[in-house]
């Protein structure tokens, strides 16, 4: 039974502190606990106090592993022998497909045409098979709703679901436990359950952590919705490098995230490639344009982090290698530091 001020504390969903607590006792012994580590280049070179939470290196590539494990192991038998769905741009799609074979269900899983074949590719490697279907993720989304329905499946949604996003939220805990002087967390601020779950972490431990999501200016609705203070996905949408991050956003997640995020930032594409290719050149990581933007964020704000400890949830490294060759390429970059 919840401590009566937990219960008075809820944030998105009615979770607390508790729920991600307890989603990281369910899903510690699937998921990778994640090196903390600083980032002396960043910190040099930006004048911070920079650290990162290397979601990157968690086995499907991403912290969606995270949501996913805690959203499938709360399942009952009966709902696991009925089978999963679920529709995404990529790294959820890989983390379902562990998942399902890891518990031993059946998954269908939807992604969008112009899905990265590393992630497709990651998909199968998993164990389950991709279903293209749709130009957008919406369209997709469609789809695995109908597959559901029909096929009495329980769908498993990438972060409009609180068992998801309680899940998400045990990266951020796990990076507080370990360095509790952290004053600033960015995360990227794609349909926002990543970014609400570092939220819910940092304000149950102290509520004066800052949480800042990140997007590009090609995909901002989280932007101009926190400047109105209201859902708007009334904003030019452009192709972005960040195509984890594209799209409609929805309630009622970005009403929840005016509870425990305090700021969005919108970063330059430019910026976002030249992330890529400096995490490569200093950390000697390949990582995913979405992941890239927190990085981004400090590049070009290095004045708002100054005399701060911040975390930066390095979410994924699921990128085509001809992606990573034209960053390189175009950054003047080396390809010998990567063996093709």
């Known amino acids: ?140 989304q469609a789809h695995a709703d109908y597959l559901c329905k029909s096929n009495g499946s329980t769908f498993v949604h990438a972060y409009l679901d609180p068992a998801t996003i309680a899940g998400q939220g045990t990266a951020g805990l796990e990076a507080l436990l370990e360095h509790p002087d952290i004053d600033t967390i960015l995360a990227p601020a794609g349909g926002g359950g990543l970014m609400i779950g570092q939220g819910i972490a940092a304000k149950g431990i102290n509520r004066d952590i800052k949480v800042i999501g990140v997007q590009t200016y090609c995909s901002p609705p989280w932007y101009y919705s926190f400047r109105d203070r209201k859902l708007n996905n009334d904003v030019e949408f452009r192709p972005t490098i960040a195509e984890g991050l594209g799209g409609l956003i929805e309630e009622p997640n970005i009403t929840e995230s005016f509870k425990c995020v305090d700021e969005i930032i919108l970063v330059d594409e430019d910026t976002v490639r030249k992330a890529m290719a400096w995490m490569i050149d200093r950390h000697h990581m390949i990582i995913e344009g979405s992941s890239a933007v927190v990085i981004a964020a400090i590049m070009e704000n290095s004045e708002h982090f100054r005399g701060r400890s911040v975390l930066s949830i390095i979410s994924g490294s699921n990128v085509d290698t001809s992606r990573v060759k034209e960053i390189l390429g175009a950054q003047g970059g080396r390809e010998l530091f990567i063996d093709y």
């Not at 592993?65 to 022998?81: C, F, P, T, V």
């Open 1 to 140: 039974m919840r401590k009566e001020h937990d219960m008075a504390d809820k944030f998105a969903y009615g979770l607390t502190l508790t729920d991600i607590i307890e989603a990281r006792s369910r899903i510690k012994n699937v998921v990778r606990k994640t090196p903390l580590e600083k980032s002396i280049p960043l910190s040099n070179e930006y004048g911070g106090d920079f650290w990162f939470k290397l979601e990157n290196l968690q086995i499907t590539g991403s912290f969606k592993l995270r949501g996913a494990a805690n959203k499938i192991l709360s399942l009952s038998q009966e709902e696991l022998d009925a089978g999963i769905v679920c529709a995404s741009a990529g790294n959820h799609a890989q983390a379902v497909s562990y998942m399902a074979k890891y518990v031993g269900t059946h998954a269908d899983i939807v992604v969008p045409k112009g899905t990265p074949e590393s992630k497709i590719a990651g998909i199968e490697r998993f164990g389950s098979k991709a279903i293209v279907y749709g130009d957008t993720y919406e369209e997709a």
